[in-house]
């Protein structure tokens, strides 16, 4: 399993909560589990605590997100190593649960678990991860949808690196809710009085008739 794929982790915990909708998942130890996904022997340590603890944890990974998507790099960077810091990893060679079509192992990096409790053991897989990702794509690949009131947030895998929401369901609602802006604005335009600007007044009335008569 390559460090990469860890990065998921971190997108998981930030979005298990949607500010703007007033919605939370992470309310229990079930809720925790769930984040591990596959990894089964971590999940099974975890306590109530450790939702309390990947709260915390999931505040200060938006802000890595947030600020890399408001183009504050270095910001970011400095988020995630002071992250990288309080939840450490140990990283090991691993590769023989994968083989090659001759048998022999492919040999990878794999984080160790060597972690207290649950909550810091994701803490530190969200994080390693995400610093993989980071410094091997870049730190403008780390976004927040642009879709309001959607705040969830991705990592941009585009080859063109134009991606600016988290799903094709909110990138189609903000290109209808476009489309309709525009078509509210032709139609306000269509509307108006000729010889008007867009405020709706004429080209006389929109100059102040108090002002100075040039000399």
């Known amino acids: 399993m390559e460090l990469a794929y860890y990065s998921d982790f971190a997108v998981r915990l930030v979005n298990s909560e949607e500010p703007a909708r ?3 998942t992470l309310t229990s130890v079930d809720a ?23 709260r915390a944890v999931r505040a200060r990974l938006r802000a890595v997100f947030e600020a890399a998507s408001e183009g504050d790099e270095v910001r970011a960077v400095d988020l995630l190593n002071a ?8 990283p090991q060679v691993s590769g023989h649960e994968y083989r090659d079509e001759d048998g022999r192992p492919k040999w990878h990096m794999h984080i160790a678990d060597h972690a207290a409790n649950a909550g810091a053991s994701y ?6 991860g995400l610093a993989v990702h980071l410094t091997e794509y870049g730190v ?9 009131p959607c ?15 988290c799903s094709d369901r909110c990138a189609t609602r903000a290109n209808v809710a476009a489309y309709r802006a525009r078509k509210r604005l032709e139609s306000r335009a269509a509307e108006a009085p000729a010889g008007s600007d867009r405020t709706g007044l004429s080209a006389d009335a929109s100059h102040d008739s108090t002002a100075p008569a040039e000399r």
Do not use: H, W
């Open 22 to 24: 007033g919605t939370d």
């Open 123 to 128: 803490a530190a897989t969200a994080c390693m």
């Open 151 to 165: 705040r969830n947030a991705y990592l941009d895998t585009s080859t063109n690196r134009s991606r600016r929401y």
């Open 140 to 148: 403008d690949r780390l976004g927040i949808c642009q879709a309001a």
């Open 83 to 90: 992250l990288l810091m309080e939840y450490p990893v140990s």
């Open 32 to 54: 925790v589990r769930d984040l591990f996904g596959g990894s089964a022997q971590a999940a099974r340590r975890a306590g109530d605590s450790d939702v309390t603890r990947l």
